[in-house]
């Protein structure tokens, strides 16, 4: 079946340092890749989305690149902010499939 | 706004005594599910619905019902609580048009405790 997977936290950074979160999939066909953000005490909200190889989504500063040939589509920032401290989940969604498939998500800690 | 609505966002309740935690959205959509996010374990999915009147199990549905009567509104049925079902949970849904890219909206989660 499809999965996801992502690396553990939590990650620590200081602000201003760069970001990186992993995010690996197995799936069938060509899914849709998303990363999901929960801020404390929240539900989770779009960060942003990939539909096909090679696209690149982007928001907030954040970016993420769709790569067919690794499975991957890990997270990127290049500067932190003490408010991107959250969870962020990596998910897939396959081919003709309403069912999402998340990662277990991956805390992320900015200290000032 | 376009918003799923939960209520109530905290509960505290004792084991076997019957409850429900509503879900609403407002942006028409078919599709609704359940899911129950605990630490080290990520969200799990316990039951999605496509449509009025269809629903089928996710991952975890032991325990739990659900029921799909309106389009709308999607609530979670917990008929005899036990401790093991304390959870942050959370309703989501999105549209079924499109469906690879779809976005999950999603709630602003429930925080059951069971004693």
């Known amino acids: 079946g499809d999965s996801v997977t992502q690396m553990e936290g939590p990650v620590t950074l200081s602000e201003e340092a760069f970001l990186t979160i992993n995010c690996t999939y197995t799936a069938t066909g060509y899914p849709s890749l998303f990363w999901y953000v929960q801020y404390p005490g929240e539900g989770l909200q779009l960060l942003l989305k990939?539909?096909?190889?090679?696209d690149k989504g982007s928001n907030k500063g954040f970016e993420a690149t769709y790569r067919k040939e690794t499975t991957s589509f890990h997270l990127e920032k290049g500067s932190v902010q003490v408010s991107d401290s959250a969870v962020y989940f990596c998910?897939?969604?396959?081919?003709?499939?309403?069912?999402?498939?998340f990662g277990r998500g991956t805390s992320l800690i900015v200290h000032p | 706004e376009a918003q799923v609505t939960q209520n109530p966002r905290y509960l505290i309740t004792v084991t076997g005594k019957k409850l429900t935690v509503t879900c609403s959205q407002n942006m028409n959509h078919e599709y609704m599910s359940w899911y129950r996010q605990d630490p080290g374990l990520g969200l799990r999915q316990i039951y999605y619905?496509?449509?009025?009147?269809?629903?089928d199990k996710g991952d975890v549905p032991e325990g739990y019902k659900v029921s799909r009567k309106e389009k709308r509104n999607f609530p979670l049925i917990l008929e005899s609580p036990s401790p093991n079902q304390t959870s942050l949970y959370f309703c989501?849904?999105?549209?079924?048009?499109?469906?690879?890219?779809?976005?999950?909206?999603f709630g602003p989660g429930t925080r059951l405790t069971v004693l």
């Open positions: 989501a849904s999105s549209s079924s048009t499109g469906t690879r890219d779809n976005t999950q909206y």
């Open positions: 990939a539909t096909k190889a090679d």
């Open positions: 998910a897939l969604r396959a081919g003709g499939s309403y069912i999402p498939t």
């Open positions: 619905s496509m449509n009025v009147e269809v629903t």
